[in-house]
């Protein structure tokens, strides 16, 4: 599909599929027999990561008596070989290469690729025998796989990535050199000794990240595909434009609400924005909405759909691994900001339509009023509400049901449930993809279109029960829901081809192995990007571990904020949005967060606040992705002015402007750790999600410039104050009541026994710097006190050895592996000035910050009532 998109420079034609192909699957499609081996490939590795998750080696193993299991370290390495092999095949090497075959050197770029990760599959033995000590082969091996991965790298994800890598490939072998800046020099690493830590063990390259690619990223990605190669991408559209086309601006409101259906499916902004938006953008500029407009809803909408569990980009599974939290934590902690977000980007496109005076699309029936919409909506949000507890809770009686028997029992569910939703879609026509440039007379019934693809949902159903309910892993999990999709792939079109008593039933039964073939080869190369840039990121991650650079540039960030936590997020932030624009959201998150989530951690601390790593690793993970929208280099906002015919960095500031919201939300969740459901219990849960909708809807109020009227300037600050109480309100609370009593610090055992079963205690700690004797640092850190009894106990068992002596709590030097161990490496335990507890901090009572939300509310209600006065046009 080419599309013009009208740039400075003149009108420039854009191939939408060839910028797609470009970002994420490979531009180059050769024919014949080549084409037929790479489709093999793809088809074959997307068939060894399913063989891998799934119990079949095991199965295999005592069948034939032969051990065919797969250990970590070979997957990885057989992992990457697929991935650089067919980035080799699938990628041109540079602009004036052949895009109709693959030249001789690319077929000896890719076999090189295989050769240097087999080396270490077919050679374990040996090489875990030699440990530390490489021969001549394992350098040259080690040479010529760090050089195919930058090679891959460039044709994949291009050169920032590979700049970066090679920044610190030089700072590992010239560390020492005048060249580097005196205060981030270090003694330089042996050609050997950096060859093995990068290829020869599981700290470089084969490290954390490239392990996730291979046990969970791939599977979800292949479990997107097969969604797509279903048809529930278009289900999807169809079922937002049913339900919200008729609304004001309902288009770009169908557009958030697919957009967040489909990241779901894809977790690719440029992707998700071209599937979405080249159905919604021409339908939102129908109804009104500038060019520039309508394709910054659809980028706004499509980027956060990498925020939206489950997939998250890949990055929740990364999470898993660098935070040492499960895979439902880390859902459980970004739904709120995720929901809120998109919920916020709902309500600005709706005032966007309001200044308009827009209209929705046709709708077909009677018209309703204000009132019965109302009530439709609110009827929809509360079915949603009853069908997850209905989904939750009936899940849960599986096991008290089936007992042992629960697998045969969930499966003997799922096929009864789809042959019955298999009957319901089969009485009504499939959805087709529509002409979004063709006249539309109205909107599709919503009931009708949902029942259509109703068990497009049994497989996401299928994923929540495993992750949930049975609790396995999120790769097994995803392998189940993957088998599931399988299943419908495969049957789906022959099975309404025998209800329906027409069509082909025999070509249908082929068409269902063609899709389910062209689904395992999509997530395949859905797949080459992510794992080679798994694979570059962890160039970086063992330069880190290598050197302990992040101690370093922690410094230096230190530095340049002035120990002051505020300065310390921005300088983050920035960090984040400038590598963003030349890496990929996986990459960036992998590198951001290496560098600086404890360095963040640390300095919360030394400012008296504790900073869970969840909250800091989602920080990074937000800024990262806002580099797809922000120009000159978004490439989400470039795809969509394609789609538009706009202006592409106009289009980019536009959608910059949408997702202040999204740039807001990680300092707000930094400091109010409840947006995160963290400590926050169920019924708490839903009272933080309703008040911080509210705050997020009036932030972007604020920011739009537009509420019931157009905001006078004094009235957008109100809102805004209003929007930041409701998110903060212990802010103001702390200015009026302190949020601790400060105690002694030789009551820190009286006051460790009194706190209850599981309870908490703070205590600050300061000593000299183990770098400068003569300079004092303190710190805040958090005890996990455990079961209640004896204090003196208690503070032992959480990590924490302390000698009273006369007025002072002295601390002794934590042993490896306990939890101080690393957060009090900075101290001198061997100095003359010992290192102590020097206060002790207890919650005070006070009272409950939301008492803050009484004044917001009224003033609230004032802006309200004076914009009413000054406009007669209906709020929705």
Not at 91 to 114: A, C, T
Not at 177 to 189: L, M, S, T
Not at 419 to 440: C, F, G, Q, T
Not at 627 to 641: E, I, L, N, Q, R
Request: aromatic share 12%; charged share 15%.
């Amino acid at each position: 599909m080419a599309v013009n998109s009208k740039d400075k420079g003149g009108d420039v034609e854009i191939d939408l599929h060839e910028l797609v192909a470009q970002s994420d699957t490979g531009a180059r499609n050769p024919s014949g027999p080549v084409k037929t081996f790479l489709a093999a490939l793809a088809l074959l590795w997307s068939l060894f990561q399913l063989y891998y998750a799934s119990n079949v080696p095991f199965i295999l193993t005592d069948l034939i008596g032969i051990n065919v299991t797969l250990n970590s370290d070979a997957a990885r390495s057989i992992h990457l070989a697929f991935a650089l092999f067919l980035a080799s095949m699938a990628y041109p090497l540079f602009k004036s290469s052949p895009r109709d075959y693959i030249p001789w050197y690319d077929w000896i770029l890719g076999l090189l690729g295989v050769v240097a990760c087999m080396y270490l599959v077919v050679f374990k033995d040996a090489i875990s025998v030699r440990a530390g000590l490489p021969t001549t082969a394992d350098l040259a091996i080690s040479t010529i796989g760090i050089i195919i991965v930058l090679v891959a790298t460039y044709r994949a994800l291009g050169l920032p990535l590979v700049i970066v890598s090679s920044v610190f490939l030089t700072y590992v072998f010239f560390g020492d050199q005048p060249f580097i800046p005196e205060v981030i020099q270090w003694k330089g690493a042996s050609y050997g000794k950096a060859m093995w830590h990068y290829w020869m063990q599981t700290e470089g390259v084969f490290g954390i990240a490239l392990g996730v690619s291979a046990s969970m990223i791939f599977l979800f990605v292949l479990f997107g595909a097969m969604l797509d190669q279903a048809g529930a991408g278009n289900y999807f559209i169809k079922v937002a434009f049913s339900l919200l086309g008729h609304l004001r601006g309902g288009p770009a409101k169908a557009a958030v609400v697919s957009s967040a259906m489909s990241g779901m499916i894809s977790g690719s902004s440029i992707a998700n924005t071209v599937m979405t938006g080249t159905f919604t953008i021409p339908l939102m500029k129908r109804v009104g909405f500038k060019s520039e407009t309508a394709g910054a809803v659809e980028v706004s909408s499509s980027v956060n759909g990498q925020l939206m569990p489950p997939v998250m980009g890949a990055a929740a599974f990364l999470m898993v691994e660098y935070v040492g939290v499960s895979y439902l934590d880390v859902v459980r902690h970004a739904i709120v900001p995720a929901s809120i977000s998109y919920i916020a980007l709902l309500y600005i496109v709706h005032l966007e339509a309001l200044k308009a005076g827009m209209q929705g699309l046709p709708k077909p029936g009677p018209a309703k009023t204000i009132i019965q919409s109302l009530l439709g909506v609110l009827t929809g949000f509360l079915s949603v509400a009853i069908l997850a507890a209905v989904l939750y809770y009936g899940l849960g009686w599986t096991k008290v049901i089936f007992g042992d028997a629960t697998f045969y029992g969930v499966v003997g569910i799922f096929l009864v449930t789809y042959l019955a939703l298999i009957v319901v879609a089969s009485k009504r026509p499939d959805l087709e993809l529509d002409d979004p440039d063709a006249p539309i007379g109205a909107l599709p019934e919503f009931i009708p279109t949902l029942l259509t693809g109703l068990y497009y949902l049994l497989p996401i159903i299928v994923l929540v029960w495993c992750l949930m309910i049975e609790r396995f892993s999120p790769g097994l999990s995803a392998y189940w829901a993957t088998i599931g999709m399988i299943f419908i792939l495969l049957t789906q079109k022959p099975l309404k081809a025998m209800l329906r008593k027409s069509g082909d039933i025999a070509g249908e039964w082929r068409d269902g192995v063609i899709d389910l073939g062209q689904g395992l080869i999509s997530g395949a190369r859905n797949m080459i990007g992510i794992a080679v840039a798994t694979g570059a990121a962890g160039i970086i991650v063992g330069t880190i571990s290598l050197t302990g650079a992040h101690q370093i540039i922690g410094e230096f960030i230190e530095f340049l904020s002035g120990g002051n936590l505020i300065a310390m997020l921005v300088l983050v932030a920035i960090f984040s949005l400038i590598l963003g624009m030349g890496l990929p959201t996986t990459a960036n998150y992998i590198v951001v967060s290496s560098l600086m989530a404890s360095v963040v951690v640390d300095i919360g601390a030394q400012n008296g606040l504790i900073i869970p790593l969840i909250a800091v690793h989602l920080f990074v993970f937000y800024f990262g992705l806002m580099a797809d929208v922000t120009p000159p280099v978004g490439m989400a906002s470039f795809a969509a002015a394609a789609i538009s015919k706009g202006d592409p960095i106009r289009t980019g500031f536009t959608a910059f402007f949408y997702s202040l919201r999204t740039v807001a939300l990680p300092f707000l969740f930094i400091f109010n750790t409840d947006l995160l459901l963290i400590d926050v219990g169920p019924v708490q849960a839903i009272f933080v999600f309703l008040v911080a909708t509210v705050a997020m809807m009036l932030f972007a109020a604020g920011t739009q410039g537009y509420f019931f009227a157009k905001n006078k300037a004094w009235e957008a600050v109100a809102i805004l104050l209003i929007a930041f109480t409701l998110f903060r309100p212990g802010f103001w609370l702390d200015y009026v009541q302190a949020p601790y009593d400060q105690l002694a610090p030789t009551a820190i055992f009286e006051t460790a026994g009194a706190a209850p079963d599981g309870g908490t205690l703070k205590v600050k700690v300061k000593g000299p710097d183990f770098d400068d004797a003569d300079k004092m640092i303190e710190t805040l850190v958090e005890l996990e006190l455990g079961a209640a009894g004896d204090g003196e106990g208690r503070v032992t068992n959480a990590g924490l050895t302390v000698l009273l002596e006369g007025d002072k709590a002295i601390i002794e030097e934590p042993f490896p592996g306990t939890p101080f161990f690393e957060p009090f490496q900075s101290f001198d335990f061997y100095g003359d000035t010992p290192v102590e507890v020097v206060e002790v901090r207890q919650e005070a009572e006070r009272l409950p910050k939301e008492i803050f939300y009484i004044p917001a509310l009224l003033l609230l209600g004032l802006v309200i009532a004076l914009q009413r006065r000054r406009t007669d046009v209906p709020a929705f």
